[in-house]
């Protein structure tokens, strides 16, 4: 059974510091990692994917990956009310090429306090 | 991108009905994928439907429950058989364009 675990929050950070959202995911074989984030009573939106190990920025957030450890992270600097929302860490489950196929987290709620 | 419509949005039904929600794209795909969202819980993955070929369903999920049709390539529709109050959901309609995956809006079924 594939399973990709997240801290489910609530995450309280002050406006203006480094919200850290953590992923773990148990397949070794996984190759594609997404990170979605979901306003309360509206649907996921992508706002990063990562491929390979290293890190990856993207105007104020940053995605990590590290395969050995089976860690994916995103950071997000300079945290702003409207960053306050429900961060879905999503893995590729499907190794014949399904982009569609994804393996969800529970999510971590993420608040930023003004 | 593309952009994903879903009717309905949102809809309140009786125990032991079935609904039926539609999906249209603004661009041809090959695949859609249909995901549910539990109160609570994470997305799951309900099915991939194709078109011209039966739907391919994921553990736990059965035709008889969620009927697909994939009558072209800009939509898709998924039906909710017999439903009981844990059917009670969001269901996401997804497409995959290159290495992006977008979602509708969803459909916010609440069984009574």
């Known amino acids: 059974q594939k399973e990709v675990e997240q801290n489910s929050g609530p995450l309280s950070v002050p406006e203006g510091a480094i919200a850290s959202l953590n992923c773990t995911y148990s397949d070794r074989g996984s190759q594609s990692f997404f990170w979605y984030r979901q306003y309360s009573g509206k649907s996921p939106e992508l706002i990063m994917s990562i491929y390979s190990n290293g890190d990856k920025e993207d105007g104020r957030f940053t995605a990590q990956l590290n395969k050995a450890s089976q860690y994916v992270s995103l950071l997000i600097r300079d945290s702003q009310p409207s960053d306050s929302a429900t961060y879905l860490c999503a893995v590729n489950g499907d190794y014949g090429g399904s982009q569609g196929n994804l393996i969800f987290g529970k999510g971590t709620k993420l608040s930023v306090k003004p | 991108s593309a952009v994903i419509s879903q009717k309905p949005s949102r809809d309140i039904c009786q125990r032991g009905t079935s609904l039926t929600i539609q999906c249209q794209v603004d661009s041809q795909v090959t695949m859609m994928f249909w995901y549910r969202q539990q109160p609570g819980q994470s997305l799951t993955l309900i099915a991939t439907?194709?078109?011209?070929?039966?739907?391919?369903?994921e553990s736990g999920f059965v035709i008889d429950k969620f009927p697909i049709s994939r009558p072209n390539l800009t939509f898709s529709t998924l039906t909710v058989s017999n439903m009981s109050p844990e059917d009670s959901s969001i269901y996401l309609c997804?497409?995959?364009?290159?290495?992006?995956?977008?979602f509708g809006e969803g459909s916010w079924l609440t069984v009574v």
């Open positions: 439907a194709n078109q011209g070929s039966e739907a391919t369903y």
């Open positions: 997804s497409v995959a364009v290159g290495n992006t995956i977008y």
